[in-house]
């Protein structure tokens, strides 16, 4: 806490001796004398400083104490000041009522006795404390109201971007479902329309993963909020993480019909970085820049080496980004990116926590509405001319399916359970199928599977028991855990409980065939 300021005296008198003497006897901390020879001088000093109380002397030339008196109490600002009046002369009555209206609190004679005096200037003292502190006080509850009235307007913003956010949600959540709905009952209609098979097939897989996408992305930002996620890092490819997010992106890309126009890294170039998190940050920016950019429109990527520093930039001619909204882009829900509402907000805030676990830096440059954007990720660390190391590189292997397998599928959800089931019988592997963990344990006794895909949340046994029991039963079975949950918390429990691998559903099909061909 700051030391409170001084409590300014005046004291005035045409002797410097009788200044002097005042002063000695007046001093102590906190106190602050000023002093004056003339009446002319004391008002000066009261235009300067906050004055607690005034000693003045009756008898002195030019302008007496009483007509100094009369001046003050005729301005607003020293009206209030406190005189003690002091005189070395027989006071009368006259003379008394003379200063109290002129505003004296008091008169004390020449020569002073110096505890009286102490006394008086004690009490305006500890009077003139008090004050302060109740100003300081008063100060301090304006600066919380006002704090308080900032919190009740963040709050309510908040609240009002809540609602809109859920209301957001909803909408982008319907927007998948419909078309799959309708295409459920055009194919149960239509069910020997080969054509109308693959083209409804089609279309409810893209909006399946639109909606997982979705679901993904919301769960990122609140793994990052609640500080859950780890980056894997590890020396990757730069070419080969920007391709695989082009190729996420590529039909959302074509299906708007816009050209586009990619320069990639040489196969060289290596950085430090989680392979999986840098290709959603160029995925997320693309598919951006794809959505907000009318039809027909031109998006470029490109990969620069700027003083050893990984450059990755996505620049469109869309709608561009008002300059309003330039400031907060990255924030959580902000929806200026659109420049309507019809987007969740989430996807850039995503972006930029992601960019900054990794030690990056990410910006923009939009002309402003109409005029397109451009966003520029900066990561450090960038190493040409590295080898590839002696692992496997992916997209190596034969491409060769792996050999017919044997699979025991455990999920209480039997709509689940029965549709992986299909898969895999369709994927030419032979199945067994059970709806909760006790039947699972008991399938593997007698079945003695390759592949066991286990739900965790299942009954009677969960399915982290069910992974310790069947690996008593069947060492060599490569078991895998299928969960709504893929935090990197959730990964290590189904790690120590004895899983090879965990899964997040909705189990994408291209991760359970690249999941065979990488075990078997």
């Known amino acids: ?3 409170k300021p001084d409590i ?18 007046l001093k102590r901390d906190g106190l602050t004398l000023l002093k004056a020879r003339s009446g002319r001088e004391a008002l000066e000093l009261l235009l300067v400083h906050e004055i607690a109380l005034a000693f003045v002397d009756v008898q002195m030339p030019e302008m007496t104490g009483f007509e100094l ?98 209301a957001m949600l909803a909408h982008e959540l319907r927007n998948p479902i419909a078309p799959i709905l309708t295409g459920v009952d055009i194919l149960l209609r239509s069910p020997g329309d080969t054509a109308l098979v693959e083209k409804m097939a089609g279309m409810m897989k893209r909006q399946t993963s639109q909606m997982a996408r979705l679901i993904d992305d919301l769960l990122d930002v609140s793994r990052i909020t609640m500080g859950k996620i780890e980056l894997q890092v590890d020396g990757i490819s730069v070419a080969e993480v920007v391709d695989a997010a082009v190729e996420s992106v590529q039909p959302l890309i074509t299906r708007m019909d816009h050209r586009f126009s990619m320069v990639n890294a040489p196969a060289d170039w290596r950085i430090e970085a989680d392979s999986h998190r840098l290709a959603q940050v160029i995925a997320n920016l693309l598919s951006n820049a794809a959505k907000y950019t009318p039809r027909g429109g031109e998006i470029c990527l490109r990969v620069a080496d700027e003083d050893g520093k990984l450059t990755i930039s996505v ?70 001319g590295t ?50 963990g006790a039947q699972a344990i008991k399938a593997a006794e007698s079945f003695a599977p390759d592949l066991v895909c286990l739900d965790l949340g299942m009954p009677v046994v969960d399915g982290y028991e069910a992974a310790r029991k069947i690996r008593s039963i069947q060492p060599g079975a490569w078991i895998v855990a299928l969960s709504g949950w893929g935090s990197e918390e959730d990964r290590k429990r189904t790690s120590e409980a004895g899983f090879d691998e965990h899964l997040t559903k909705p189990v994408n099909p291209g991760d359970l065939r690249a999941l065979m061909k990488r075990r078997f």
């Open 8 to 25: 300014n005296f005046l004291l005035v008198d045409d002797l410097e001796s009788n200044l002097i003497a005042l002063e000695a006897i």
């Open 69 to 166: 008196a009369e001046m003050m109490r005729g301005t607003e600002r020293t009206k209030a000041v406190p005189i003690i009046f002091l005189t070395a002369g027989i006071v009368d009555q006259q003379r008394r009522i003379q200063g109290y209206e002129t505003g004296a609190v008091d008169f004390l004679l020449k020569p002073i006795d110096p505890a009286i005096l102490l006394n008086k200037a004690g009490t305006f003292y500890d009077l003139a404390r008090q004050r302060q502190d109740l100003k300081e006080s008063q100060n301090r509850l304006q600066d919380l109201n006002e704090q308080l009235a900032a919190t009740n307007a963040r709050l309510e913003k908040e609240d009002r971007t809540k609602d809109e956010f859920l």
């Open 1 to 3: 806490m700051s030391p």
């Open 387 to 436: 080898p590839v190391d002696g692992r496997e590189v992916e997209g190596e292997r034969d491409a060769a399916s792996p050999q017919k397998l044997k699979v025991l599928i455990a999920d209480d959800g039997k709509a689940t359970a029965d549709i992986l089931n299909m898969f895999f019988i369709m994927e030419g592997m032979e199945t067994s199928v059970a709806y909760d």
């Open 315 to 384: 620049k469109d001619n869309g709608k561009g980004i008002k300059p309003e909204h330039q400031e907060g882009i990255f924030d959580l829900f902000d929806q200026g990116a659109a420049g309507a509402k019809d987007g969740l907000g989430i996807g850039l805030t995503l972006v930029k926590s992601l960019v900054d676990m990794h030690g990056g830096d990410i910006s923009l440059k939009s002309g402003g509405e109409g005029k397109g954007s451009e966003f520029t990720v900066i990561f450090p660390g960038l190493v040409k």
